[in-house]
Structure formats: structure tokens, C-alpha cells
């Protein structure tokens, strides 16, 4: 979870520094539990507005310092392209590939997509999974309106399809359900009182669509 108080990009050496001890937290943990991947938002979540024009450059230079720390847990470095409502930069599959190629390290090689962004930013939902390729680690499940699968107006046989063709089927490679609801902001709710049961049931029919459409796409349905 990557808000103001823990930019990347900030233009505020204090800020920059609780993002290190954050995920050097985070990492820890980790490795603890031997997690696959660990998200990263290069800039806050929450501040759409630059600070100025520096802001790509100082998050690379912030990732930079922990890079190896990914490494040495074995986790990888998963990072997440957000909406334009939400970031003031890496708002795509492109420009995440992009903040890749700028970090140049061994353990932050990997992305995190999210089909509810993707749907604001992306031309196409498809063909950017194909552009992320092997570099896609986990892809975030919701479906137009940030409901359930199967309750809004996502093509979701098009990102199975795309999925396929990259590959996708294999270890470490996930698909999450996140379902957060209309309007669901997962920062302001993680101090919040969740509804468990609502919830699960969110999940756990995006899980059972996608089960559906994918046999259905693998049926030629």
C-alpha cells in the first residue's frame, strides 16, 4: 500500500525514506512466508497531481535501494500500473515496462495488472496483457464497475484468450479476485470495518465466473 506517506516518488527525502523501511518491512515478511510477489505503486495512490518532473526518476532511485532485498527474499517485484484518477504517473502496461527497464535490476523484473484500470487506461485490454507478457506475475480480477465478474460489461474471454497466448498457466503466474465494489478504494478501507461475508461472496463468484468463461473459451464456446 503505497499512499503519501510512503511515495516512492515523493519530493520529500522523509517520505522517500519511510517508502525503504516500509518495504524493507514488507520484505521481511515476505520471506517469512515465502510470498510470490510483492506489490509496488512507483508513486502514491491518491495524488493524481505531479509534484514536479522529477518524480519517475526519484522513485527508480528509492526502488534502486532495496532492489537486492528482493532478491534475497525470493520475491518478486510486481509493479502495478494505476488509473490516472489515482497516480500522477505509470498508468499503463507500457509505462510500467517502461519503469523496468529504468530500475535495471535482477529482482524488479515484474507487473501486477488490474483489469479495472487497465479498462481506463488501456486501448485494448488483450493486447496489453500480450505486451506485458512474461513480465505479468498476477493480474487483478474486477469487472467494469469494480463488481464481481460476470456483473458488468468486461470482455473477460478476451483477457483469458490473451492469457493463453502468453503462457499464463503456469507457476507463479496468479489471477486475484478483487472485487472491491462501485467505488471501492482499497486505501481508505484497510483501517476500516470490513464486511467478511460480502466480501467472500465477491470473490467467490469472480472465481466461479472466470472458472466458467475459461472453460467455455477453452471449449470454443
Partial sequence: ??????????NSGVTRQHAVDYLKRTLDFAAAVKAGYVLVVPGAV???????????DRSVATLQLVADR???AGTRAAIEPIRSAEVSFCRTIAEAKAYLAAVGHPG?????????H????????GSALLEAGSALTNLHLADSNRC?????????DTVIKALYLIGYNQPGC?????????????YPAMNGKPDPQALDRLVQQTARYFREREEAVLAGA
Fill in 1 to 10: 500500500m503505497f499512499s503519501r506517506e510512503n511515495d516512492l516518488s515523493s
Fill in 148 to 156: 464481481a465478474l460476470g456483473d458488468g460489461s468486461l470482455d473477460i
Fill in 108 to 116: 524488479v523484473q515484474h507487473i501486477n495488472g488490474d483489469l479495472y
Fill in 118 to 125: 487497465m479498462q481506463s487506461e488501456e486501448s485494448h485490454i
Fill in 46 to 56: 491518491g495524488r493524481p497531481t505531479a509534484y514536479d518532473n522529477a518524480e519517475f
Fill in 174 to 186: 496468479y489471477v486475484t479476485p478483487e472485487p472491491l465494489g462501485p467505488g471501492g478504494d482499497p
Fill in 70 to 72: 528482493f532478491v534475497t
